[in-house]
């Protein structure tokens, strides 16, 4: 009975920080925008007309997708067997902090074949705008039109040693190591695009040299943003065969809340469009995290 | 002890290695083979399992090969909620009855499960021309699928609600028109009958 009481007190936490990420407003005094007025600019864009430089991209799909993602941020997913999670993954920023700043860039690049984000400017290359739109048997991917522009022009803008021997994007590249990001090139993203002050530990082969690694992210957790850079095959046990004994970082996540459920942790995290809740012990949370990013507002 | 000569041992070194390696087709000759003898216990873990889902919906996904560990994922809109127990586990039981589970119908499934070596059962959404839909995914595990040198592969079988389109070669189609395969889950997928297709997957979910 005590053991169900306590497993009822940890689960108190998900459940207030799902009501708060669920509710219809975000009520963040540090956010620079509202979800609400990113709302209101989003319905003034309902005659939206077919952009030149998105063929495949309806502009009706793509305002429905992007109003979608500010009403449920946490929807958003980086579809089956791509390389897109470090994407989705920072995403969370801009839906959280500044949804507004987001969608008028989102509707700028549509509109204009070319935006500035932050300290970014995009303008991306014929390849990644014919294919955008038509990404399928990527599961809810393949009916976010908005999500595949953004996506496919963060694989495309950014580049990190993972992608030197496949620099160009082409049709097909969402799936390989063209797409894929390591930790510091996760880190640069997100320092380029955001407002943010980022502080990151850890490497791309070695686990990060944290003492207490879980004090460190219960600390962390009270004061900003915190994505972890994990070995997903064993985290969610994807297959048991040789590939999966090479112990490297495949997947990162935004860690929403851990709390002590006897001698485990209860993990609260975002990923693949949804939030998860996960006891793990505190050895096998240092052994699958290779990088640990807390961001806070500048 | 008289010496073997370097070509005898050559050879069968060489033997050695071509007997572990086994080709794509006689993986698929198992598979068919397979589901053939095995119909009727994978298509009552099929319906056990869509008999449970729509009441809470959840997927069991088997850790170690000797069928003793699985994680019950439960998902809602928002949230999934992910336990692993072992197969003999009281927390379980009290799991099962916090998420008001039919306990019986579960173990039962998990049981049948086991008995398989199906490692993963779970419902799973596909967008075939941007439509929702959806099937029955079912992974099997078997040490025939496993060889010295050849990653481990895993048997998928998917179960659909209406009878699917394929090519000549029995290839999956999401239409009659289609020209590409209809891929699910990443895969291409052949037929067993109008509503099962299976593939060979190096991984199980």
Known sequence: MNRIHKRFRALVPSILIS??????????????????EALIYISAMSSLPQSEFWPHVDPKEFT????????????????????????AALTYIPFHYDPLGFVQFMFELYKNGKARLGKVNFEPGDEVRNVAGLLKNKGFLDIAPANQVW??????????????????????????????????????????????KVKAKGFDFLRPAIKDMILYL?????????????????????????ASRVDV??????????????????????????????????????KITFGVTHCTLR | MARLPLHIVLLLFVSCILFSCRSMKDFSNFSTKFFNENEEKLGKIQEQYKKLNPERPFSIVFLDRQFNTFSLEINSDTFRYIYKFLVNEPRLLDTLDKFRFNTIEVMNLISSMREMHCN???????????????????????????????????????????VQSHDAEGVLLHSPSDKDPGEINGQVFWRLRDKVYYTLASYFR
């Open chain 1, 64 to 87: 429905k997708d992007l109003e979608g993602d500010i009403r449920q941020p946490l929807r958003i997913y980086e579809g089956k067997v791509t390389n897109f999670c470090s994407y």
């Open chain 1, 151 to 196: 996506f496919l022009c963060l694989a495309d803008r950014f580049k990190g040693y993972l992608n030197v021997f496949n620099k160009q994007f082409d049709p097909g590249d969402e799936n390989n190591l063209c797409a894929a990001t390591n930790f510091s090139k996760f880190n640069r993203m997100i320092r380029q695009l955001f407002p943010m």
């Open chain 1, 19 to 36: 009501v708060s990420l669920m509710g219809t407003e975000w009520t963040d005094s540090a956010a620079f925008s509202k979800r609400q």
């Open chain 1, 218 to 242: 219960e600390e962390k957790l009270q004061t900003g943003t915190l994505f972890m850079y994990v070995n997903n095959r064993k985290l969610y046990k994807i297959k048991d065969n040789t």
């Open chain 2, 120 to 162: 993963w059962v779970n419902k799973l959404e596909y967008y075939p021309h941007k439509t929702r839909n959806h099937v029955i995914y079912l992974s099997i595990r078997n040490p025939n699928l496993r060889s010295f040198l050849k990653r481990e592969r895993y048997l998928s079988i998917i179960y659909f609600d209406e």
């Open chain 1, 249 to 286: 970082p495949t997947h990162f996540l935004v860690l929403l809340s851990m709390t002590r459920v006897d001698n485990r942790y209860r993990l609260t995290y975002w990923d693949y469009g949804r939030i998860s809740v996960q006891e793990l012990s505190a050895s096998f949370i240092r």
